[in-house]
């Protein structure tokens, strides 16, 4: 931002946002990401331009827009360490890259930052198929994984202990209800 005109560069900034916003709704990436750049240039730690821009990036999908994605979430991240989508964005962007290291990383940080993203996961989704058709065992077997990444997701911990209680293992079930 300008220090002579904090205001006026930061309106200008400001007023170019809906814009961007609109652009990326239609699917108009190039228009997108000209005007989040514009933002970026006139405040550089926008922090909705920089998500935004990483999210063009991502839904776009151009050789070389998964690394620019990146780029984004990462300097987001510096100035919001806590943002809570920008993990789950980065899981996404690292395994389209093909590196399931770095991906899995970014979604357990994501989900321990907000633990409803469990039900987006796909091994959850497979639980609770699986515990609905009354494959209990199957379905304990990818629950106690799930535990094992999300210690702390209580909407997980909750079915997984409903998954234990209709196996009739009631203790175990309880204590898990407990750690709920």
């Known amino acids: 931002r300008s220090t002579l005109f904090p205001y006026t560069t930061l309106f200008r900034s400001d007023s170019i946002l809906p814009a961007g916003e609109g652009y990326y709704r239609r699917g108009s990436w190039v228009e997108a990401l000209a005007a989040y750049g514009r933002v970026l240039v006139l405040d550089p730690e926008n922090q909705e331009a920089l998500y935004d821009r990483g999210s ?22 510096r100035l919001a360490p806590d943002f809570k989508q920008i993990h789950f964005k980065q899981y996404e962007a690292y395994r389209q890259l093909g590196r399931p290291e770095e991906a899995l990383v970014e979604l357990k940080q994501a989900v ?21 058709d009354g494959h209990l065992s199957e379905a304990l077997i990818v629950y106690q994984n799930l535990f094992l990444d999300y210690p702390t997701c209580v909407p997980m911990i909750l079915d997984y202990a409903n998954c234990v209680a209709l196996s009739r293992d009631f203790d175990s079930a309880a204590a ?3 750690q709920v």
Request: charge should be negative.
């Open 176 to 178: 898990l209800y407990r």
């Open 56 to 77: 063009v990036y991502l839904d776009r999908g151009a050789p070389g827009d998964m690394d620019l994605a990146v780029v984004d979430f990462k300097d987001l991240g």
């Open 112 to 132: 321990r930052l907000d633990p409803m993203l469990v039900y987006l996961l796909e091994d959850f989704k497979k639980d609770l198929q699986l515990t609905s």
